[in-house]
């Protein structure tokens, strides 16, 4: 039986090293180690050998399972990694070929305007101050002069957390903030996401982005106002772009006025983006009202201000003579790719 066992094995061995497949080693298993494989026969003829030999030859029988056993498996791992070595070189990747740029993503025209924006005024000496989205209503509204039930607050109608804490409708809290913590001379910049409740249209969303600025110092008068607004307009739309101001009211400006810019696309002639009337209403501003330094302890005897505020969205549509708000929030890869 021994010697049946040393073919066997010798067969087996000679068997797994001519193999060249893992279907073929599968087969090897079957054929000596399977139920009714080869050495399971020889197992069944441990019955006939004597109680003495019958552990030795056990032991012979187990050893000669463990070795092909232990074999089959190591050829088939080495089979499986040269295969997975084989697809790995098969897909290697060239780094140098050259990139394909046109997939290249861009800043979104919001966040472009967003930053002209800043770029512009900082270079001016304005301090860059950050609001918070989540304000109440006494930095909202309150402070800036528009107590409760007063008319103004129903175009600013929000989004409430408690009576108290609500969505910003405006950057203008900023202002609060800034009036709180600094004294004149003060030059500030803001900007960031404001919500109104209004219905999604061409004009309109209940989220929006707004820039602010807040000047305080001697001697600020109505042309430093102008001189400013010419400026900063001429750099977003060209120089050739003209600024009217009409008389307005806000709470929290005396006197207020509206902006309109002349129309950059049609010169002042007239077109689509101007509905022919060769003007754009950009946005509001006047003197901060006497009322809202004292309220912070300015003397107004000797300071006056003036502070201005406008809808990013809008700047952006005047700029790219887009029509429709909802185009900028669209995800349209083709029309994002025309605004860069
Ligand atoms: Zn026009």
Redesign the pocket.
Known sequence: MEAKTKKLLDDALNQIEKAKTKQELFLINTKFLGKNGSLSELMKELKNVPAEEKPKMGAVLNECRQKIDGLIREKTKKMEEDELNQKLMSEDCDVTIPVKLDNLGTLHPITQTEQLLMEFFVKRGFTVRAGTDVETDYYCFEALNVPKNHPARDMQDTFYITDDILLRTHTSATQIHTLEKYAPPIKMFSLGQTYRVDEIDATHSPIFHQFEILVVDENVSMADLKGTLEDFVKFLFGEKTKVRLRPSYFPFTEPSVEADAS??????????????????ELLGCGMVNPVILENHNINTNKYSGYALGAGIERLTMIRYGVSDLRELYENNVNLLKQLK
Do not use: A, N, V
Request: hydrophobic letters at 15%; a positive charge.
């Open positions: 129309c950059p696309k049609c010169g002042g002639k007239g077109c689509p983006l101007c509905k022919d009337t060769g003007w754009i």
